[in-house]
């Protein structure tokens, strides 16, 4: 079971913001969070939160969330200009879940100009790499893309590689200028109806118009609520929002206050 989850980008700010790890693990429990998704890597370089005095953090942070039977995962965001390089990317992530004993990892893998560089050589080599990884370290593999793929010209036949290889499937269905939650839920739900992966949607959990994000503080609670009922309703085996960062009081009320 997935339940209710979350993405960390900048560590070090959350911690700062929070207080420090017990704190970080204590808002996570109020909130019903049953999973943390913390960036590892970019490409085939290690995220600033695996390295360092942040990174000794992080690895607390992991031991005291297992403690609480919250689960941290690891996500990479893929670059893979190249076979070798694809390899490379992946051989990075799985370096990070396996110092850190994450209980899984996510491919960040989006079409679009600065994200995925590769063709679909590039796809199936990171994808194999990626699943063979998680398989020997025993942990499940997602893809987390672009939630209506075919809105990005080339990029539907390598996101089919890598949701092939993946066991979950996580889009980014970012509802914030979109007429509903629902509407947005659903042109997602058809845009990945071929894929197999189990479907677990993110949902817009900062303020932003322009990029998915919410119109205030208010938007993005109301929004949230409608989108947990929604997936409730669905039975879809969890769902996350982007993250945790950027997200305004009003969603952790939310998140505090409303049953998973």
């Known amino acids: 079971m997935i339940g209710r989850c979350i993405y960390i980008w900048k560590l070090d700010g959350v911690l700062a913001a929070e207080g420090g790890v017990s704190k970080v693990i204590e808002k996570a429990r109020r909130a019903n969070l049953s999973k943390l998704w913390v960036k590892v890597a970019d490409g085939a370089t290690p995220q600033g939160n695996v390295i360092g ?8 942070l992991v031991d005291a969330a297992a403690a609480d039977n919250i689960e941290v995962w690891g996500w990479q965001v893929p ?10 990317e ?7 879940a396996e110092k850190f004993k994450l209980a899984g990892l996510i491919m960040d893998a989006e079409g679009g100009p600065g994200y995925f560089q590769g063709g679909l050589p590039e796809a ?33 036949p390598r996101f089919a590689a890598l949701a ?14 979109s007429p509903s939650v629902t ?25 932003g118009q322009g990029d998915g994000g ?8 109301e929004r949230a609520r409608e989108f947990i009922r929604l997936c409730n309703e ?9 993250h945790w960062g950027g997200a305004p009081l009003a969603l952790w009320e939310v998140l505090n206050t409303t049953a998973v």
């Open 53 to 60: 005095a942040t990174g000794k953090s992080f690895g607390e």
């Open 79 to 88: 670059h893979c200009a190249s076979p070798a390089q694809a390899a490379m």
């Open 90 to 96: 992946a051989a990075t992530a799985l370096a990070q």
């Open 124 to 156: 199936e080599a990171y994808g194999d790499a990626m699943k063979a990884g998680c398989q020997k370290l025993k942990i499940p593999l997602a893809l987390s893309s672009n939630d209506i793929p075919q809105n990005f010209p080339g990029w539907p």
């Open 164 to 177: 092939q290889r993946a066991d979950y499937n996580f889009p980014q269905t970012y509802y914030g200028g």
């Open 183 to 207: 509407n947005r839920v659903d042109r997602a739900v058809a845009g990945n109806a071929h894929v197999a992966a189990s479907f677990v949607p993110v949902g817009a959990g900062w303020i």
């Open 214 to 221: 919410c119109a205030s503080a208010s938007a993005c609670a």
């Open 234 to 242: 669905r039975k879809y085996q969890g769902y996350s929002f982007w």
